[in-house]
């Protein structure tokens, strides 16, 4: 059974820094999509940041774009979400995924849900200004 477990959530002020974590457990593929989504109040969710696990390629939404940042362990098996000069903007919860799309569309990053996407339970990131 594949489990998906986030951390590090909390408030912080605007302009500062909070690092988000993901352990997946029970995942056998290789290569696999991983990444952050985040729901901001009365809005959808929405793609934050992937990576592909075994080929390393990552992807942003122009709004994080140079803010924040997605790693890997070692193990592949946790995703990191960096996230610095943080903006009241980016209050919401943010869900970990595993086996998502992501790709460059017009030379933007797009992450996208799909189907068979897996998700945690969220953490919650408020930013106050």
């Known amino acids: 059974r594949v489990q998906l477990v986030e ?3 909390g408030s912080v002020q605007a302009g500062g820094s909070m690092i988000l974590s993901c352990v997946v ?3 056998a593929d290789s290569d696999v999509c991983m990444g952050w ?3 901001g109040p009365g809005g959808g969710r929405e793609g ?3 990576l592909y696990t075994a080929r390393g390629d990552t992807y942003y939404a122009d709004y994080v774009k140079g803010r924040f940042t997605i790693s ?3 193990a592949k098996n946790t995703v990191y979400l960096r996230m610095s000069s943080l903006k009241p903007e980016d209050t919401g919860m943010y869900y970990c995924a595993v086996d998502c799309a992501a790709s460059y569309v017009g030379g933007r990053g797009d992450v996208e849900a799909a189907p068979h ?3 945690g339970q969220g953490t919650q990131v408020t930013v106050s200004s």
Do not use: C, M, Y
Request: glycine share 16%; hydrophobic share 40%.
């Open 7 to 9: 951390s590090g959530g």
């Open 25 to 27: 457990s029970g995942w």
């Open 37 to 39: 989504f985040r729901q």
């Open 48 to 50: 934050v940041a992937a």
């Open 72 to 74: 890997q362990n070692d």
């Open 117 to 119: 996407t897996l998700w």
